[in-house]
RNA sequence: GGGCGGUUAGCUCAGCUGGUUAGAGCACACGCCUGAUAAGCGUGAGGUCCCGGGUUCGAGUCCCGGAUCGCCCA
């Protein structure tokens, strides 16, 4: 069939199940089961539909369709992400607004009116590619995350959340454009990156005699460090923002690193890291010698006299300097451990500011030390004599101010890469802003226990990128200065001291005191509703949340899912909550890897806070999809591949057989146009060979495929085919429940190999030249029952060419059978059908002709010259009788007069006597070189001889001992040996040594089948059907004479020729001439 | 800088708990078949299993170190 034919049956199979509604029957089918539940984590519909979604999307349909022949009901509901940055940023550039931070009421109301129009910019083109690619989902009914239902489901997971104190406000260190005090984005700030020289600055941080270490004391006692020395000891500290000294709280050190106090001929006794002595000596040019060691976490809680000491008081965040908490430890300046701190650059002890930097202010929490702002929001300094002063402008006089207090150790320069605010021009400023959180930390150990419980494909991102993103948990924030979102349902009194969260839209009106069912919840308008209670007046905190978690919602929120603080549905939403329990948790998710910390994490984090189990049982993680070479796609390279003109080239099935059996789906895949069309060649060509081949026959014949004969009654080849079948039938299944598509595919892909190449190779003239009706009938029977049963083997992977086979084979016989091979139920494996004997024997066979042909190829004799003996072997019992058993259809395939199969220690045969390693391995270790070298030695007939007899053999090995062995039969393999003066191939103990020996009469019978070749031929070039008769009248010489006497009846026979005559040849003519002689045929349509 | 994964034939990929001569498909070469035929089939050539150490009787496979590509995070 011409491949340009499957786009085209695929749009007709589109059109088939959209007239006959077959993606609702597939609703509708009985589901014995129960529920499958599958989870589609929503795409975006503002950017168009790419190959990666193909991907994904495969994979999403391909474990539905199998469930749903199962017998299970599955639920494909399907979703669409709408709210975040990516819309705000497309909308930002067409409204031209980029980076304004305060909109007002109405441009904000133009602003999300934009988006909500935008969002489904591609929609048209994401509905089509999905029905065109073969993925059933219900997208008419579709959950959306900017619907108010939508919203309010999330409202309501917050709120019970916020009633188990789950949420709280806390800082976070955002990338701030000052001046205009905007947060921006991780992509916002990607490209500002410029080289810049900054200071680098080493400062000496006196440390407090009566606060050393224990563990530091008795080190440097014990290395000679005298008190004089201690009380002048500075730990020397780096930094590059001088700026952010005078908010310094402390001064880290590596636990694990080692740590020398050094004596400086300019600067006294110093601590720094062991590694940052020469650096430093080279630096400011002076020898510093090393007096003691010490360990990172000796100095854990040592305290030090910061550079601007007054600031922490000024700030009012302390009374005094140096103030303890009631534990008796220091409220701030004091030595921290921190595994971030490296000594590659700088004096290896890390200056904190924790309002400054994301780790710092991590560390801040885990010591529970107070922030000091030493700037405003909009970069400017509020402390030190430097006030006023715009953050980078007042690195000069503080280096002034600490070289006047003594404390300054060396200030120099370093150029590094630094982000800027493309539009203001603006140094980024990492600043500590308030932020709402949900404490995920606390449940770190729960969210890892839940992991357990998932099945991750492939597993290593289970305990790998997963779990290791769990272990290192840190609270989710959730909260966004943005305005296309869920707005977060917080109102907060004016005073600030009461916060209210709200978890449903009644909940809000009965607050307000009026009916709010038709407000919109987006920002403006939600931002207007304000309360009074308690005599205060409550507004709604200006954020709205983090899109993952109306991502993470979906389980819940899809079906509008509303509770109350005990759990129970909200009145009026039983029917929710009952779809919601019938759905979660989920049996099977999939997308691709980056979603590790995004939806993966979002489902699993909500699920385990509020339920304490995972949200999915299992997973598919796939890996990302990159060009031919090995590159990202992307549309600046060019080298993005479009789905669907792919799909109107080769067609969806050969793109969804390429990516499911292509490479591993958690594996990154290469792909190219290239790739899809050997797809479409090798398993849809294949398969489609050998169903056009039985419906070419089958037409003609019109077999009775209703009354089938019992496979016990047909032909062994037939039962063969069947024990195969149902093979593939339990592999097939035990591969997809094991989440397998490849290995299922593989499966596949292998048995139609089989089919086509063995089988109906050598069954072909079973269906055209078969005068035994019940034999004819068998052979229909089982190429039927193999195609049927395939069609829907392979109905969730090649849905289309499936329901193809699967109309024409089955519904044109039977209709009243299932509509669409997809309302069918899955193929049982009959076990008893299974003929392991059967299989092992044709095994053998497949395997010895295949050595055979390459026999013959070397001898470089034709297959079509008989030859008069074929010497063959195998490796077990097992499988010499096989031979023997198809002895026959053996001679037949190869074309040889004989076949004789040879057993154990026959004559003709010699061995290689090998050691059986698995075995003797671990018996003998050492001894096995020894073992070699006397199995070597041996006649390998006496030792086939024994073997055969089932007794040891006994060895007398070489070594210096002399030690005696005596190896069993199954610790002894022997491989058959080539035998002298045949054409032969060996392999593994299996053997076809063939006999090169032409004479006349073979001869004459070769010449025979090129003559019947010949006209053949010719009848082609005529233009007859094959089932047309002939007469037949030539002229010859030579060899070719002498064949056509002998062999004339079965050239008649084989042409289908009613007369052969030897005269004039009449009608269309066709010769041969070449070294045995010369002959001319005439051929005429009878 | 950290985490995870990859690196096997010209290309895309297999290779289970270590075991004898490392496989498949495509491409290539040669050939076969001619009643699946603008198809089909077979055979062959092609490998430093990324590099270097180690463990072992034996390493593509296990361990250590390194290179390189990709993803995620800083």
Not at 248 to 270: E, K, Q
Not at 737 to 750: F, M, N, P, T
Not at 780 to 793: G, H, I, K, P
Not at 806 to 812: A, E, G, K, M, T
Request: glycine share 6%; net charge negative.
């Amino acid at each position: 069939m011409s491949e340009t034919n499957f786009p085209k049956l695929e749009e007709a199979v589109l059109a088939f199940w959209r007239e006959r509604q077959i993606f609702a029957k597939s609703d509708q089918k009985p589901a014995p089961k129960g529920e499958f539940v599958f989870y589609e984590g929503p795409p975006t519909a503002n950017g168009k539909p790419a190959m990666h979604h193909v991907l994904a999307r495969s994979f999403k349909d391909i474990f539905p369709r199998y469930k749903t022949m199962r017998g299970f009901h599955v639920t494909r509901k399907g979703g669409w992400d709408t709210h975040g940055l990516p819309v705000e940023i497309a909308v930002e550039k067409k409204l031209g607004v980029l980076g304004r931070k305060t909109l007002n009421k109405e441009q904000i109301a133009e602003f999300t009116k934009q988006c909500r129009e935008w969002v489904f910019a591609n929609i048209e083109d994401w509905n089509y590619f999905t029905e065109r690619m073969g993925m059933w989902v219900d997208l008419e009914d579709a959950y959306i995350t900017y619907h108010n239902n939508y919203i309010e489901s999330v409202w309501n997971l917050l709120k019970r959340m916020w009633d188990r104190g789950m949420v709280v406000q806390d800082y976070k260190v955002v990338p701030l454009s000052p001046r205009i005090s905007t947060t921006l984005s991780q992509n916002e700030i990607a490209d500002g990156y410029r080289e810049v020289d900054d200071p680098s600055v080493y400062v000496r941080f006196p440390l407090k005699l009566e606060t050393t270490p224990l563990a530091v004391r008795e080190k440097l006692q014990a290395q000679g460090v005298g008190l004089e020395a201690l009380t002048n000891l500075a730990v020397l500290v780096w930094t590059t923002t001088p700026w952010t000294l005078p908010s310094n709280t402390m001064a880290a050190v590596n636990p694990d690193m080692d740590y020398v106090v050094v004596r400086s001929p300019s600067a006294g006794p110093l601590v720094l890291a062991a590694e940052a002595v020469a650096r430093l000596e080279d630096l400011h040019k002076e020898r510093l010698e090393v007096v003691a060691h010490l360990k990172g976490r000796d100095m854990e809680w040592w305290e030090y006299t910061p550079p601007f000491p007054e600031v922490c008081v000024e700030l009012g965040v302390v009374k005094a300097q140096g103030e303890k908490r009631p534990d008796g430890r220091p409220v701030m300046h004091f030595v921290a451990l921190a595994e971030f701190v490296s000594a590659e650059d700088g004096s290896g002890v890390a200056h904190e500011a924790p309002v400054y930097g994301a780790e710092d202010l991590e560390l801040a929490r885990q010591y529970g030390t107070p922030l000091l702002f030493g700037t405003n929001e909009y970069g400017l300094m509020v402390v030190t004599e430097e006030r006023g002063k715009f953050f980078k402008e007042a690195d000069k006089g503080l280096i002034r101010l600490m070289k006047e207090r003594g404390v300054l150790y060396h200030a120099g320069q370093i150029r590094h890469r630094y982000p800027f605010h493309d539009r203001t021009g603006d140094p980024i400023l990492y600043f500590a802003k308030p932020s709402w959180y949900i404490k995920t930390s606390l449940f770190r150990q729960a969210l890892y226990e839940n992991n357990e419980k998932i099945n991750w494909f492939p597993e290593h991102i289970k305990h790998g990128r997963f779990g290791n993103w769990l272990k290192d948990n840190v609270d989710w924030a959730i909260s966004r200065e943005r305005y296309w979102g869920t707005p977060l349902p917080f109102w907060v009194s004016e005073d600030g001291s009461e916060k209210i969260c709200v978890g449903s839209v009644r909940e809000l009106s009965e607050l307000v005191g009026r009916d709010l069912s038709d407000l919109d919840l987006h920002r403006p308008y939600v931002d207007e509703i304000t309360f009074v209670k308690n005599g205060k007046t409550f507004r709604r905190v200006p954020e709205v949340l983090d899109v993952w978690f109306d991502s993470g919602a979906m389980p819940y929120a899809q079906w509008h899912l509303l509770l109350d603080e005990k759990g129970e549905p909200l009145p009026g939403t039983e029917e929710n909550y009952r779809r919601w329990q019938r759905h979660f948790p989920a049996d099977y998710i999939c997308e691709a890897i980056d979603q590790t910390r995004g939806w993966f994490y979002s489902l699993h984090a909500i699920s385990t806070l509020l339920y304490d189990q995972p949200c999915f049982k299992n997973v598919i993680c796939l890996g990302h999809l990159v060009d031919e070479k090995g590159h990202k796609m992307s549309k600046s390279k060019g080298n993005v591949v479009e789905p669907l003109p792919m799909f109107d080239k080769y067609g969806a099935d050969a793109v969804r057989w390429y990516l499911f059996t292509g490479s591993e789906p958690g594996e990154q895949k290469r792909f190219s146009e290239r790739l899809v069309q050997e797809a479409q060649r090798g398993f849809l060509g294949t398969l489609w060979n050998v169903y056009s081949f039985f419906v070419l026959y089958a037409n003609l014949d019109r077999p009775d495929l209703q009354n089938r004969p019992a496979v016990a009654n047909r032909p062994e080849m037939d039962r063969w085919l069947v024990a195969r079948l149902q093979q593939l039938v339990e592999r097939v299944t035990a591969r997809l429940d094991a989440y397998d598509a490849r290995g299922a595919g593989k499966e596949l892909e292998q048995f139609v190999e089989e089919l086509s190449n063995w089988y109906v190779r050598r069954n072909r003239r079973r269906f055209w030249k078969n005068d035994d009706p019940t034999d004819r009938e068998s052979a229909y029977a089982t190429l039927w029952e193999a195609l049927v049963t395939l069609s829907q083997l392979a109905a969730p992977f090649t849905p289309f060419v499936a329901e193809a086979l699967w109309q024409n084979l089955v519904r044109r016989v039977r209709p009243e059978a299932p509509e669409s091979v997809h309302l069918s139920d899955w193929p049982e494996a009959e076990r008893a059908l299974v003929d392991e004997t059967l299989l092992v024997q044709m095994g053998a066979v497949v395997r010895v002709v295949g050595l055979a042909r390459s026999a013959r190829a070397m001898s470089g004799i034709k297959t079509r010259m008989p030859l008069p003996r074929v010497l063959i072997t195998a490796p077990t019992e097992a499988e010499l009788a096989g031979l023997r058993h198809f002895a026959d259809e053996i001679a037949e395939e190869l074309n040889v007069k004989e076949v004789q199969v040879l057993g154990l220690g026959e004559e003709l045969l010699s061995y290689r006597v090998l050691p059986n390693l698995p075995l003797l391995g671990k018996k003998y270790g050492k001894l096995l070189p020894a073992i070699r070298a006397a199995l070597a030695e041996l006649d390998s007939r006496m030792v086939a001889q024994t073997l055969k007899a089932g007794q040891n053999l006994n060895l007398e090995l070489s070594t210096p001992e002399g030690t005696r062995v005596s190896l069993s039969p199954e610790e002894l393999l022997l491989e058959a040996r080539s035998p002298e003066g045949y054409s032969a191939q060996e392999q593994d103990g299996y053997l076809a040594a063939l006999e090169v020996r032409l004479d006349e009469a073979l001869l004459l019978e070769g010449l025979s089948r090129d003559l019947i070749r010949l006209v053949q031929q010719a009848r082609k070039e005529m233009g007859l059907n094959v089932s047309d008769r002939i007469h037949l009248s030539y002229t010859a010489e030579g060899k070719y004479a002498e064949s056509l006497l002998r062999f004339g009846p079965r050239l008649q026979e084989e042409t289908l020729a009613l007369t052969l005559v030897q005269a004039e040849p009449e009608g269309f003519t066709t010769e041969l001439s070449d070294e045995e002689g010369r002959v001319r045929f005439g051929l005429s349509k009878a």
